[in-house]
């Protein structure tokens, strides 16, 4: 598996239902990958067709092969409650660069699907020399040339020889 940037652009859900007869669906998502996770917005009042229009970045490392989606439905006056969880394989982002924008069921606890997200993805493969990083702030998403100037954006190995350990002495 590939290391690299994976950006999630969250689009919509529909057909979201919670069990909840009393108030409107709050839907908003936690998205994880490999051991990160961010929260979406919630789309208030939006009910079962939420529209969140959302972009996540994502360092990928080695070995992780799908992105997870847990649905929500914010509750004011008890816990929130979950509307289901979305897979999305990272397969075909991998290989492709990019997926169109499509849906993926959302499955509830009990296994049935009710409902589902669009989304698309986009893989930018880690470069060798690359030693940046994205953070979840989402601001500077067109390229390393807006970071870290003038802010010594330096591999951990050092250049020259100066660098590690002193080992013996
Ligand atoms: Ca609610």
């Given amino acids: 598996m590939p290391s690299g940037t994976l950006e999630v652009l969250l689009a919509s859900g529909n057909g979201l239902k919670s069990g909840d ?3 409107k669906t709050d839907a908003y998502a936690v998205l ?5 996770s961010q929260k ?4 208030r009042n939006q009910g079962s067709s939420p529209s969140w229009n959302q972009r996540f970045l ?5 070995g992780v092969e799908e992105l997870t989606l847990k649905i929500m439905d914010e509750d004011f006056m008890t816990a929130d ?5 979305v897979t999305v394989p990272l397969e075909t982002v991998f290989q492709l660069g990019k ?14 699907n009710r409902g589902e997200v ?14 940046f990083h994205y ?12 970071l870290g100037q003038g802010s010594g954006v330096q591999g951990p190995y050092g250049s020259g020889g100066g660098g590690g350990w002193n080992q013996g002495a």
Wanted: hydrophobic share 25%.
């Fill in 21 to 23: 007869f009393f108030s």
């Fill in 32 to 36: 994880s990958c490999g051991s990160q």
């Fill in 40 to 43: 979406s917005n919630v789309a």
């Fill in 58 to 62: 994502f360092s990928v490392e080695e």
């Fill in 81 to 85: 409650d979950e509307l289901g969880c």
């Fill in 99 to 112: 997926t169109p924008t499509s849906g993926y069921n959302v499955v509830k606890k009990n296994g049935k």
């Fill in 118 to 131: 669009k989304l698309s993805l986009t893989f930018t493969l880690k470069q060798r020399t690359d030693s």
């Fill in 135 to 146: 953070n979840a702030a989402g601001n500077s998403v067109h390229g390393p040339s807006m």
